[in-house]
């Protein structure tokens, strides 16, 4: 299953529970008498249903899409009466097939562990309505971190050098007016057009924008106003966070034309911190994976390898000092799965701390924001400067974080599950850390399987019409999102509900099991990043090492394979996590590696730069 990511803006977590701010009305139809397996369970979701309503019969929109069939076939009757009935037989018989080997074995596991005869009063659906339009009276602002002061830094002599100084020290640069804004701007520039069409990572380059923004920094600081560790830094956002006058195409052909008119809340924020806009980077078609409609990214350090994703090109030009930093998303892997192949240092915050509007839709309690950096200090910046309330997302608030800077980590008690690389547990017991075996314990037989309901369902009714005007034909990864949405299309409503009511008892069990300040382990374990999704906890994926690559060009490569591994902590506890990783950063230095971005193999040369020219808006 392909790691994917993207956000909406209703919902809110508290106390451990996802706070909806209008849950889908589900509608329980009996289905009429059919053979079919797919209609067994005798429920099907309302949206399928609107049809029936307007005509008050049921009809069907499409009917040689059953040609050829006997009107008593059970499969065309029963699709018909789901309104579904523009799929090919072919089709229907693979979503019949799909639904006996997936949804029917899953529904029935969620059932029955939740199973009870009170009304639901035990093991609740962890989605609960919620009726406020605006939550801001009962939440204080969030204060800000203290960042450490640096001096002494003075500019490199190579622009190499300084496209892989971290944020803190290109600041002091700026800061110390060493470099201008402007200059910042123009050697990373030069670098995504030097090495996107290489790693096939950039979508769009912002160029006029960036200069507007660079030279509106250096005029600030010239006026003596200096708007703090992010100003003038350049930086590039996955391309399902929509930027006003500049294409968002979701990284699909469907929309690769497509340009939003809105300024999404994180680049607001960035804008107000004095943060340079560079480039709009890629993401997986329909936030999934690393294929899209441009091509497959690729990773920096082994150039054969590809990214993974969906936050591709956040990844892979972090990592490839293109940018900075860049912000990237998650719903399920998204951000863990890249950083990790990619050996880049990025957050997965808490659900609900930073603000979504203006970036794609895909699953309304699970889709996160969170940035790729050099380092956990940057991360930690970064952090700050984009958390905080969305008047607009509802399931976003003031989560009250203690400062990572400041946090006394000798007084943590810190777990290591049984994958988690000894040297890591070595060297934070070597800072001071309490390290203590452990094991996270639940009940549920299959965290995967609530998130594949939860995830599938949820981004069919985003893209619903996309899916019924047959444009998903021309996916560009037809074993991805085309083959889950028509699963999705015939699962039951009740067993959508009953998969949320597993899903908190997930909650409340990685709740009462999590006895420590915070643990460490494999980040890509699939059902880790499953669960870690479903109960919305933080992780920070950190650099921890490289090995050899197989099958290697020549015995002189410089590609490697990077080696990672996660801090987990309990949601709301983000600053435990991030000032974990800075101490093991402060006595390892695998995140100051630079990938072998001229190692691509014989014959095969990196374009000469561009010549510099500004594009206009589009």
Same mark, same amino acid.
């Given at each position: 299953m392909?790691?994917?990511t993207?956000?909406?803006?209703?919902?809110?977590?508290s106390?451990?529970?996802?706070?909806?701010?209008?849950?889908?009305?589900?509608?329980?139809?009996?289905?009429?008498?059919?053979?079919?397996?797919?209609?067994s369970?005798?429920?099907?979701?309302?949206?399928?249903?609107?049809?029936?309503?307007?005509?008050?019969?049921?009809?069907?929109?499409?009917?040689?899409?059953?040609?050829?069939?006997?009107?008593?076939?059970?499969l065309?009757?029963?699709?018909?009466?789901?309104?579904?009935?523009f799929?090919?037989?072919?089709?229907?018989?693979?979503?019949?097939?799909a639904a006996?080997?997936?949804?029917?074995?899953?529904?029935?596991s969620?059932?029955?562990?939740?199973?009870?005869?009170?009304?639901?009063?035990?093991? %609740?659906?962890? $989605?609960?309505?919620?009726? /406020?339009?605006? +939550?801001?009276?009962?939440?204080?602002? #969030? @204060?800000?971190f203290?960042?450490?002061?640096?001096?002494g830094?003075?500019?490199?002599?190579s622009?190499?050098?300084?496209?892989?100084?971290?944020?803190?020290?290109l600041?002091?640069?700026?800061k110390?007016?060493?470099?201008?804004?402007?200059?910042?701007?123009?050697?990373?520039?030069?670098?995504?057009?030097?090495?996107?069409?290489?790693?096939e990572?950039?979508?769009?380059i912002?160029?006029?924008?960036?200069?507007?923004?660079?030279?509106?920094?250096d005029?600030?600081?010239?006026?003596?106003?200096?708007?703090?560790?992010?100003?003038?830094? %350049?930086?590039? $956002?996955?391309?399902?966070? /929509?930027?006003? +006058?500049?294409?968002?195409?979701?990284? #699909? @052909?469907?929309?690769?034309?497509?340009?939003?008119?809105?300024?999404?809340?994180v680049y607001?924020?960035?804008?107000?911190?004095?943060?340079?806009?560079?480039?709009?980077?890629?993401?997986?078609?329909?936030?999934?994976?690393?294929?899209?409609?441009?091509g497959?990214?690729r990773?920096?350090?082994n150039?054969?390898e590809?990214?993974?994703?969906?936050?591709?090109?956040?990844?892979?030009?972090?990592?490839?000092?293109?940018v900075?930093?860049?912000?990237?998303?998650e719903?399920?892997?998204?951000?863990?799965?890249?950083?990790?192949?990619?050996?880049?240092?990025? $957050?997965?915050?808490?659900?609900?701390?930073?603000?979504?509007?203006?970036?794609?839709?895909?699953s309304?309690?699970?889709?996160?924001?969170?940035?790729?950096?050099?380092?956990?200090?940057?991360?930690?910046?970064?952090?700050d400067?984009?958390?905080?309330?969305?008047?607009?997302?509802l399931?976003?608030?003031?989560?009250?974080?203690?400062?990572?800077f400041?946090?006394?980590?000798?007084?943590?008690?810190?777990g290591?599950?049984?994958?988690?690389?000894?040297?890591v547990?070595?060297?934070?017991q070597?800072?001071?850390v309490?390290?203590?075996?452990?094991?996270?314990?639940?009940?549920?037989?299959?965290?995967?399987?609530?998130?594949?309901v939860t995830?599938?369902?949820?981004?069919?009714?985003?893209?619903?019409?996309?899916?019924?005007?047959g444009?998903?034909?021309?996916?560009?990864?037809?074993?991805?999102?085309p083959?889950?949405?028509r699963?999705?299309?015939?699962?039951?409503a009740?067993d959508?509900v009953?998969?949320?009511?597993a899903?908190?008892k997930?909650?409340?069990d990685?709740?009462?099991?999590f006895?420590?300040?915070?643990?460490?382990?494999?980040v890509?374990?699939w059902?880790?990043?499953?669960?870690?999704?479903?109960?919305?906890m933080?992780?920070?994926?950190?650099?921890?090492?490289?090995?050899?690559?197989?099958?290697?060009?020549?015995?002189?490569?410089?590609?490697?394979?990077?080696?990672?591994?996660?801090?987990?902590?309990?949601?709301?506890?983000?600053?435990?996590?991030?000032?974990?990783?800075?101490?093991?950063?402060?006595?390892?230095d695998h995140?100051?590696?630079r990938?072998?971005?001229?190692?691509?193999?014989?014959?095969?040369?990196?374009?000469?730069?561009?010549t510099k020219t500004?594009?206009?808006?589009q």
């Open positions: 392909c790691p994917r993207g956000l909406l803006h209703s919902t809110r977590f106390s451990y529970q996802f706070h909806v701010q209008a849950l889908l009305l589900f509608f329980v139809y009996g289905a009429a008498a059919s053979s079919s397996q797919l209609l369970e005798n429920r099907i979701i309302a949206p399928d249903f609107v049809a029936l309503m307007d005509s008050g019969r049921l009809h069907s929109r499409n009917d040689s899409k059953c040609s050829g069939k006997s009107d008593d076939d059970s065309c009757r029963g699709f018909r009466m789901l309104d579904a009935d799929f090919s037989y072919d089709k229907m018989l693979e979503i019949e097939k006996k080997e997936f949804n029917i074995p899953t529904i029935r969620n059932r029955k562990l939740v199973a009870s005869a009170n009304g639901g009063l035990e093991n %609740p659906s962890s $989605l609960v309505f919620s009726s /406020a339009w605006n +939550h801001d009276h009962a939440e204080e602002a #969030s @204060k800000r203290n960042y450490p002061s640096l001096s830094v003075e500019r490199p002599k622009d190499e050098d300084i496209a892989f100084m971290s944020i803190l020290e600041g002091q640069l700026i110390s007016k060493q470099i201008t804004s402007k200059e910042l701007a123009r050697i990373f520039l030069d670098r995504l057009k030097r090495y996107g069409p290489v790693l990572s950039v979508v769009t912002t160029e006029e924008l960036a200069y507007e923004q660079a030279k509106h920094a005029e600030l600081l010239a006026q003596g106003t200096y708007l703090g560790p992010l100003h003038g830094i %350049p930086y590039g $956002l996955k391309d399902i966070i /929509a930027v006003p +006058h500049y294409k968002t195409t979701w990284g #699909s @052909k469907s929309f690769k034309d497509q340009v939003l008119d809105i300024e999404a809340w607001k924020r960035l804008k107000s911190a004095g943060a340079v806009l560079l480039a709009k980077l890629v993401t997986g078609s329909l936030a999934c994976d690393d294929i899209w409609f441009g497959r990214t990773n920096p350090w150039i054969e590809y990214s993974t994703g969906s936050s591709a090109g956040s990844a892979a030009c972090t990592s490839a000092g293109m900075p930093f860049a912000i990237g998303s719903t399920a892997g998204s951000i863990t799965y890249p950083a990790a192949r990619c050996g880049v240092t990025a $957050l997965r915050p808490t659900f609900g701390t930073v603000g979504r509007t203006g970036a794609m839709s895909l309304e309690s699970l889709d996160k924001l969170g940035p790729f950096c050099r380092n956990a200090e940057d991360c930690a910046i970064v952090l400067a984009i958390r905080g309330k969305d008047p607009d997302d399931s976003s608030r003031n989560i009250p974080l203690s400062d990572p400041a946090v006394d980590i000798t007084k943590l008690n810190v290591y599950l049984e994958d988690a690389e000894m040297d547990v070595q060297k934070l070597s800072k001071g309490n390290m203590v075996p452990f094991k996270l314990n639940y009940t549920v037989d299959s965290a995967q399987g609530i998130l594949n995830l599938d369902v949820d981004v069919l009714a985003h893209f619903d019409e996309w899916h019924r005007s444009q998903d034909d021309d996916y560009e990864a037809q074993d991805q999102w083959l889950e949405l699963r999705a299309r015939v699962m039951p009740v959508y009953q998969a949320q009511r899903r908190g997930l909650i409340r990685v709740r009462d099991s006895k420590v300040d915070a643990f460490v382990g494999n890509t374990d059902e880790r990043v499953c669960i870690g999704n479903l109960v919305g933080p992780v920070i994926v950190v650099p921890t090492g490289f090995k050899k690559i197989s099958d290697a060009p020549s015995d002189s490569t410089r590609r490697r394979t990077t080696i990672t591994t996660g801090i987990y902590a309990p949601p709301e506890h983000d600053h435990i996590a991030l000032a974990l990783a800075m101490a093991y950063q402060s006595v390892t995140h100051k590696q990938p072998p971005i001229d190692d691509l193999g014989p014959g095969d040369s990196i374009p000469n730069p561009p500004i594009p206009p808006r």
